[in-house]
């Protein structure tokens, strides 16, 4: 199977690009609360899932179709669009889980693939370093 294969698209100006837009795009960015981070990682996690159905669609198997899709559905779930909000500790527990599934997947990557190791390696840093911050919400 072969893993985020983006050979010659610009995957890590991308996500560095996605990463200075989400500020304008979060206006609750400077907040330190889960909600706020749940926003700012599903505005990263969107295009990126995006792209893995694109892949997906074109015929390649893609896992960030899941772990990107998590983030997406944690968000979702946890803000109040399917209906009633779940405990906090509950938001915790999926935002943790999503953003590690994320991680994990890029760091899979990162192992075992031999192009784009800076952008699996820089991927693999950020989404632990989200994952981080979720465990440090109350």
Known sequence: MKLYQY????????LILTILFVPL??????????????????????????W????TINGKKDLGV???????LSFLK??????????????KNLFIFSSLLVTLNYT???LYLENNKEYYGFSSCFW??????FFNYN
């Open 78 to 91: 946890c803000n109040g669009f399917f209906k009633k909000k779940p405990k906090k500790s509950v938001c």
């Open 128 to 133: 632990f370093f989200i994952t981080s911050l």
């Open 7 to 14: 050979k010659d698209k610009p995957a890590l100006p991308f």
């Open 66 to 72: 899941v772990s990107f899709g998590s983030v997406l």
């Open 108 to 110: 899979i990557a990162f």
């Open 25 to 50: 795009l979060n206006k609750d960015f400077v907040n330190k609360n889960m909600y706020s981070l749940s926003k700012t990682s599903a505005i990263v996690a969107l295009p990126f899932w995006l």
């Open 52 to 55: 893995a159905v694109l892949n």
